[in-house]
């Protein structure tokens, strides 16, 4: 997971490993103009790094001018420790100053807790929603699922298999159907039987299809959720800024669940959202099982990224 980005930002921060002790003796007697050069070319390495790992340009940018103002305190010659703490600590205030823990779905403060997931086609949303019951399930919390993705028979039968696996009852009604619906007609199942979460799946469309995402309007108007979550796929690199945006602008949306970070070897995408759309990452898909959905974390990620600690 990540293993590209950590095994560069790995080569950047060892390089000093490898000089000479003759060269290191040289790079104490650093002339200022010499010393700048050197910084500029670690600049350019983590930009590189960073650009082709999938974290948006703008973002790029921003980390540079924050990292180049850092190492203008270095009286010294290039400090490569400090160079790495300081792109740990810009990274780490990125990704957590959005990721409020204001959100806590196991704080649930009303019964039922609806939760309203939005995504297109390929993100795994219906899979997530499925590993959500179950992560909601085994910290002793009673679930019901809500079928409103009607216009894809196979998401109806997917969530039902998935419901079924998980023992987890799934509200449906027939293909085609009128999602919002099928959402009400779970909440009010959830209402009468004192259930604590109401999950709504939602149709998975391109975010460009005005119809349906009047449609999905229409879910969110009817079911009232408390919370609405975005799921973005990690392997589609920059899309997931425009994704997001999109949706942000046209339904809102209160926090995101990245998924397939287990096959993401760039990882730069966790950087991008956080820095620019700015809503917390709630949660990440890190695996195929049912267990595989964990809260996101800064420092795991930051550990992940970076060889040392």
């Known amino acids: 997971m990540f293993d590209k980005l950590r095994k560069k930002f790995t080569d950047i921060f060892t390089s000093e490993n490898n000089e000479n002790i003759n060269d290191r003796a040289n790079l104490n007697n650093e002339s200022d103009e010499q010393k700048i050069i050197r910084r500029d070319h670690i600049d350019q390495q983590i930009e590189e790094t960073l650009l082709e790992s999938d974290v948006s340009f703008d973002s790029t940018q921003m980390i540079i001018e924050s990292l180049k103002n850092s190492m203008g305190k270095l009286k010294k010659r290039v400090d490569y420790k400090f160079i790495e703490n300081e792109l740990k600590k810009t990274i780490k205030g990125e990704i957590t100053k959005n990721n409020g823990g204001s959100i806590n779905i196991l704080n649930a403060n009303?019964?039922?807790?609806?939760?309203?997931?939005?995504?297109?086609?390929?993100?795994?949303?219906?899979?997530?929603?499925?590993?959500?019951?179950?992560?909601?399930?085994?910290?002793?919390?009673?679930?019901?699922?809500?079928?409103?993705?009607?216009?894809?028979?196979?998401?109806?039968?997917?969530?039902?298999?998935?419901?079924?696996?998980?023992?987890?009852?799934?509200?449906?009604?027939d293909f085609k159907s009128d999602p919002a619906s099928v959402a009400y007609d779970a909440i009010d199942h959830a209402r009468a039987r004192s259930i604590d979460y109401v999950l709504?799946?939602?149709?998975?469309?391109?975010?460009?299809?005005?119809?349906?995402?009047?449609?999905?309007?229409?879910?969110?108007?009817?079911?009232?959720?408390?919370?609405?979550?975005?799921?973005?796929?990690?392997?589609?690199?920059?899309?997931?800024?425009?994704?997001?945006?999109?949706?942000?602008?046209?339904?809102?949306?209160?926090?995101?669940?990245?998924?397939?970070?287990?096959?993401?070897?760039?990882?730069?995408?966790?950087?991008?959202?956080?820095?620019?759309?700015?809503?917390?990452?709630?949660?990440?898909?890190?695996?195929?099982?049912?267990?595989?959905?964990?809260?996101?974390?800064?420092?795991?990620?930051?550990?992940?990224?970076?060889?040392?600690?």
């Open 200 to 309: 709504v799946d939602s149709a998975g469309r391109m975010q460009t299809n005005k119809n349906l995402l009047d449609e999905m309007k229409k879910i969110k108007k009817v079911a009232k959720p408390d919370l609405t979550v975005l799921v973005l796929d990690a392997m589609i690199g920059h899309d997931v800024i425009e994704q997001a945006n999109t949706f942000l602008k046209e339904i809102n949306f209160d926090g995101i669940i990245l998924t397939k970070l287990d096959t993401d070897a760039r990882g730069g995408s966790i950087i991008s959202i956080s820095a620019e759309i700015k809503k917390p990452i709630l949660f990440i898909g890190v695996g195929q099982k049912m267990e595989d959905l964990m809260p996101f974390d800064p420092d795991w990620y930051l550990n992940k990224i970076f060889s040392s600690k």
């Open 110 to 173: 009303k019964k039922p807790y609806v939760i309203l997931f939005l995504g297109i086609n390929g993100t795994g949303k219906t899979t997530t929603i499925a590993k959500m019951a179950y992560f909601l399930k085994e910290r002793g919390k009673s679930v019901v699922i809500a079928a409103s993705d009607t216009f894809r028979a196979g998401a109806i039968d997917q969530i039902s298999i998935l419901g079924k696996e998980i023992n987890v009852e799934v509200i449906k009604h």
